[in-house]
C-alpha cells in the first residue's frame, strides 16, 4: 500500500515536473513566437516609415530644383549679365513661402556669391569640391548636387561639420544644394540653404524616440543627418552601403534592424535602424516577469499573465483613443485655420467687386458736367466708397496677422520720398482743419534703406489720419530719425488734439477699442488702425507705444528696422502725361459679372477702346485663337473655366503672338497676386477699380 502510494507520488510528481517542463517549453516557445512577431512588427514599421519620409524629403527637393530652374525665365537678362539687386529681387521672389529653405544664392562661375536673399553671404566664395554627383559642364545644366552638412545658420556663418549634427545641434546648421544654370561662359551656379529642421521634422514624425535611430546618407557614405537615439557603428555602415548600392530598397537584421530607401532622383539614401534590445524591452520584462511567478505557481502566473495582458490591452486601447482624439484636434484647428483664410480670400472678392461698381462709376460720373450740388454729392459718396474700402483693408489685414499669413517684403525703396509723398498727401486733409503738417528729417535718415514700404507707409498713414482726425487746431508733427540700435529708425507723430485719458491708454491697442462711444459717433473708425500698426511695428523689429494728455494732445511713438542700401544711379525720367487715344490696342476684356465689364466698357471707350467681351475662359481661348489681340483684361473667379487656367493655355504656346495680360480681379491678397505672376500674367490690378491704375497699365503696352 505503501509502494502504491510512494509510487502514485512518484507520478504526481513527475506528472507536476512532466506538465511544469511542458508549460516552460510552451511559454518558451510562445515567448519566441511573441518575439519574432515583435520583430517582424518593427521590420515592417520601419520599413513603411523609410518609404514616407523618403518620398517627402524628394518631394522637397524637387519642388526647390523647380524653383531653381525657373530662374533664368523669371529674369529679362541672362543670369550672368544681371546685376545683384535684380538677382536678389529674383531670389526673394522664389524663396518667399518656402520654409525649407534658409537662403538662395547666386554664385559666379568662380564660386562668388553675387547675390543672395541673405545679403552677409554677398562676397563669400563657396568651395564645391565633395559635392555629389560631379558636374558634367558640358550639359546645359545641372542636376541638383548635394554637398555636406554645414555647421552654422547660414554660409556667413557656418563651415563644413566634422560629422553630422545630431539632436538639437540640428536646429544651427544646413545642407548645402547646387545648381548650375547654362553652360561654360554662360553658367552660373544657384546655392540652396537647406533648413534641415524642416527636414529634421519630417523625420521625427514616423521614429520611435526610444529605439529608432533615423540617417540621411549621401550615396557617397557622407552622414548628412541623424536623429537622436541608439547609433549604428562605422562597421555595419559599411556592411549597409553596400548592400544599400545594389538595390533600391531594403530591410536586414543583424546587430540592429534595419531598413533603407534610395531614392530614385537625388544622390541620398534614408535609413532607420533600431536597436532590437531597446525593441523589445518591454517585452523582455514582461517575459521575466512571468517566469518569476511561474516558478512560484504555474496555475497563479495564468491568471497574472491574463490579468496582465487585459490591463495592457486596455491601456493600448486607451492611448489609441487619446492619439485619435489628439490628431482629431489637430485636424479640426488646421480644418478651422484653413476655412478662416477661406472665408477671408471669399468675402475680400465678394465685398470688392460691388465696391468697384460702386467707385467706379463715381469716377465716370465725377469727370462728367454736374451742378455744384451734385458734385458735393458725388464727393460724399466718393469719400464714403473709399472709407468702406479702407475699412475692408483693415479687417482683412488683422485677420491675416491673425493667422500670421501676412509676410513683409523686403525691396530697397526710397524712405525720405516715401515720408515726404505722405506729407503732401495729407497736407490738403490738413489745410481743410486749417492744421499745419510739418515733417522733421534728421540729418542721419537715409535715402535708400530696405524693407517693406507699403506697410511702413500703412503704418504712419494711420497715425497721420488719426492725429489729423482728433485735432481741431494747431499742428500735426512728423519726426523720424535714427536710434542707437543696428538699423534701427524712431518715429513720432505728436499733435494738439483732445487727446488720450490713462484709463483709455492701456487698451488703445485693443482691437474694435476707441476712447469712449462718443469717439466713434462723432469722428467714426473701427478700432482696428492702432491695433494693426501695433502688429505691423512689431512684424518689422520695433514697438509702438503712446503718451498723451487729455486736452492737450497726443504723442505716437514707434521703432521699426530697415537695412541701409547704396543709392543707385537714377537717370531722370519725366513722367509723360496720360494719353487720351488707346485705339491702337485690341482689348480682350474677360469678365462675367455685368456691373465691372459695363464699368471697364465705359473706361476703356474714353481712350477710344472698344474691347471684345467674354464671361469665361473657354470663351477666352475662342476668341484668341480666332483674333490677335494686344491686351487681354483678365479676371481671375469666372464660371467655367477660371482665368488663371485660360492664361496657362495661353502661355502654353495656344497663341502665335502672345498678348500683354492684366489681372483685373478682387483677390487682393499677396498670394493672390504670386499666382497671377506665376501662370504668366504681366500685370496685376486690384478692385476696386482706379482709372488712373487702369490706363498706366494699358500704356505701358506696346503693340
Not at 531614392?263 to 518569476?292: C, K, M, N, T
Request: with cysteine.
Amino acid at each position: 500500500m505503501s509502494s502504491l502510494k510512494r509510487d502514485y507520488s512518484r507520478f504526481a510528481y513527475a506528472f507536476l515536473a512532466l506538465f511544469a517542463l511542458l508549460a516552460l517549453l510552451g511559454m518558451a516557445y510562445s515567448s519566441h513566437r511573441e518575439k519574432a512577431a515583435q520583430l517582424a512588427f518593427q521590420t515592417q514599421r520601419i520599413e513603411g516609415s523609410v518609404m514616407v519620409v523618403e518620398d517627402q524629403i524628394t518631394q522637397t527637393l524637387q519642388l526647390i530644383e523647380n524653383l531653381v530652374r525657373t530662374l533664368p525665365d523669371l529674369s529679362d537678362v541672362p543670369l550672368t549679365q544681371a546685376g545683384p539687386a535684380e538677382l536678389t529681387r529674383l531670389l526673394w521672389r522664389l524663396q518667399l513661402g518656402q520654409h525649407a529653405v534658409r537662403s538662395l544664392s547666386v554664385m559666379t562661375q568662380d564660386h562668388v556669391i553675387k547675390a543672395s536673399t541673405h545679403p552677409a553671404n554677398v562676397g563669400l566664395r563657396v568651395s564645391l569640391e565633395g559635392f555629389v554627383p560631379p558636374d558634367v559642364p558640358e550639359a546645359a545644366g545641372s542636376v541638383l548636387r548635394m554637398g555636406r552638412m554645414w555647421q552654422g545658420r547660414d554660409v556667413v556663418d557656418g563651415r563644413p561639420a566634422e560629422r553630422a549634427p545630431l539632436g538639437h545641434a540640428q536646429a544651427h546648421s544646413f545642407l548645402p544644394l547646387a545648381f548650375r544654370l547654362g553652360r561654360q561662359s554662360e553658367a552660373v551656379w544657384v546655392l540652396v540653404a537647406l533648413n534641415t529642421d524642416h527636414l529634421l521634422s519630417r523625420m521625427e514624425r514616423y521614429r520611435n524616440i526610444e529605439s529608432d535611430h533615423f540617417s540621411l546618407l549621401r550615396f557617397d557614405g557622407e552622414r548628412l543627418l541623424e536623429s537622436g537615439g541608439p547609433e549604428i557603428d562605422d562597421a555595419s555602415w559599411t556592411h549597409a552601403l553596400s548592400e544599400m548600392r545594389q538595390q533600391e530598397i531594403g530591410t536586414w537584421a543583424d546587430s540592429h534592424l534595419v531598413a533603407y530607401r534610395a531614392s530614385s532622383r537625388y544622390p541620398f539614401f534614408f535609413v532607420i535602424h533600431v536597436d532590437p534590445d531597446l525593441a523589445l524591452a518591454s517585452w523582455r520584462e514582461g517575459f521575466q516577469r512571468v517566469v518569476y511567478w511561474t516558478l512560484l505557481a504555474l496555475m497563479l502566473v495564468l491568471g497574472v499573465m491574463l490579468l496582465l495582458l487585459r490591463q495592457v490591452h486596455a491601456s493600448e486601447k486607451i492611448q489609441q483613443q487619446q492619439q485619435v482624439e489628439l490628431a482629431l484636434s489637430r485636424d479640426r484647428a488646421e480644418a478651422a485655420t484653413q476655412a478662416k483664410s477661406q472665408f477671408l480670400a471669399t468675402m475680400s472678392h465678394e465685398i470688392r467687386t460691388p465696391l468697384n461698381g460702386v467707385i467706379g462709376m463715381t469716377e465716370l460720373l465725377a469727370s462728367s458736367p454736374l451742378t455744384a450740388e451734385q458734385q458735393e454729392l458725388l464727393r460724399v459718396l466718393q469719400s464714403s466708397g473709399w472709407t468702406l474700402q479702407t475699412l475692408i483693408d483693415d479687417i482683412l489685414d488683422f485677420s491675416k496677422i491673425e493667422v500670421g499669413k501676412l509676410e513683409l517684403e523686403h525691396i530697397d525703396f526710397d524712405l525720405r520720398a516715401l515720408l515726404f509723398d505722405l506729407r503732401d498727401t495729407f497736407t490738403l486733409q490738413a489745410q481743410e482743419k486749417n492744421l499745419r503738417l510739418v515733417l522733421w528729417l534728421a540729418p542721419n535718415v537715409p535715402q535708400m534703406v530696405q524693407g517693406d514700404p507699403t506697410r511702413l507707409r500703412q503704418v504712419f498713414a494711420n497715425l497721420i489720419a488719426n492725429a489729423i482726425k482728433f485735432t481741431h487746431q494747431g499742428e500735426v508733427t512728423i519726426d523720424v530719425r535714427r536710434s542707437d540700435e543696428p538699423h534701427g529708425f524712431e518715429a513720432r507723430v505728436q499733435d494738439t488734439g483732445i487727446g488720450i485719458g490713462p484709463e483709455v491708454q492701456q487698451r488703445l491697442f485693443e482691437a474694435f477699442t476707441q476712447a469712449n462711444s462718443s469717439i466713434t459717433r462723432e469722428y467714426g473708425g473701427s478700432g482696428l488702425g492702432l491695433v494693426i500698426s501695433a502688429m505691423l511695428v512689431q512684424l518689422m523689429g520695433g514697438r509702438i507705444s503712446l503718451s498723451s494728455e487729455v486736452g492737450r494732445g497726443s504723442i505716437f511713438h514707434f521703432t521699426f528696422k530697415a537695412i541701409e542700401v547704396a543709392v543707385p544711379p537714377m537717370p531722370f525720367h519725366p513722367t509723360p502725361a496720360l494719353k487720351t487715344d488707346l485705339g491702337h490696342l485690341r482689348v480682350l476684356l474677360a469678365e462675367d459679372h455685368q456691373i465691372n465689364r459695363l464699368l471697364v466698357v465705359k473706361v476703356l471707350n474714353r481712350v477710344n477702346i472698344a474691347p471684345d467681351l467674354a464671361c469665361d475662359g473657354l470663351q477666352v481661348l475662342e476668341l484668341v485663337q480666332k483674333n490677335h489681340y494686344d491686351v487681354i483684361l483678365m479676371d481671375i473667379q469666372m464660371p467655367g473655366m477660371d482665368g488663371l487656367t485660360a492664361t496657362r493655355h495661353i502661355r502654353s504656346g495656344m497663341a502665335l503672338n502672345q498678348p500683354h495680360i492684366i489681372a483685373l480681379t478682387a483677390n487682393a491678397f499677396a498670394e493672390d497676386r504670386a499666382h497671377c505672376f506665376a501662370v504668366g500674367m504681366n500685370d496685376f490690378i486690384s478692385k476696386p477699380l482706379r482709372m488712373e491704375r487702369l490706363l498706366e497699365a494699358l500704356e505701358k503696352v506696346t503693340p
